[in-house]
């Protein structure tokens, strides 16, 4: 079995913590993953939300945390503890910059309008070759159901390729999850069609 050990992993997450009371559980468990295994969190700086929850989780346990977080949003950081690099960046597109630079993978948890504007940015350069990091989608409760679907459609429909959306490693079990992303190669499929 292979172990996603001592990587950067960037989780991109909501700033509010949902209705669903198995979201900050979940999240739990990413943090306990991610100190098992020695991996650093990238984030985006944030105190509160899910945001807050899995930097207050890693903390806890020791672990080690990279935080990103744009000037409009200095107020909304979380004061840095333990092994905590938090980056002040002029803007959010350096923001998310910043985290694709310092990244091994991603990790997409529920979240909304920002969580899938970080997301499809990703997305996206990885479909133009410019990511090259696997992709986790954490589908709890089919979350992501629906957007899965959209990009399914969009690729039967031409619009992208098949390829592209099976790349992309979707589940909630993070042992197996984290095992496909230790597994993960990059092949970049043709976006182009003649």
Not at 2 to 20: H, R
Request: charged share 20%; proline share 3%.
């Amino acid at each position: 079995m292979a172990v996603y050990a001592d990587k950067k992993v960037c989780v991109f997450c909501g700033s509010n913590v949902g209705d669903d009371l198995k979201m900050p559980v979940k999240m739990q468990q990413l943090a306990n993953y991610l100190c098992a295994h020695n991996d650093t969190l990238v984030y985006g700086g944030g105190r509160l939300g899910l945001m807050g929850k899995i930097y207050q989780d890693i903390i806890a346990q020791g672990g080690k945390v990279i935080g990103v977080i744009p000037e409009i949003l200095k107020d909304h950081a979380v004061r840095p503890v333990g092994q905590t690099t938090l980056y002040y960046v002029s803007d959010m597109s350096a923001r998310k910059q910043k985290m694709i630079d310092e990244a091994d993978c991603f990790v997409v948890f529920p979240g909304g309008l920002g969580t899938m504007e970080e997301f499809f940015q990703v997305y996206s350069w990885f479909q133009l070759g410019l990511v090259q990091k696997p992709i986790i989608l954490v589908n709890l409760d089919g979350y992501y159901d629906d957007l899965l679907k959209f990009l399914q459609h969009s690729a039967k429909t031409g619009f992208m390729p098949k390829a592209n959306v099976e790349a992309l490693i979707v589940g909630n079990d993070f042992e197996a999850l984290f095992e496909k992303a230790a597994d993960f190669k990059y092949v970049k499929a043709n976006k182009w069609r003649n």
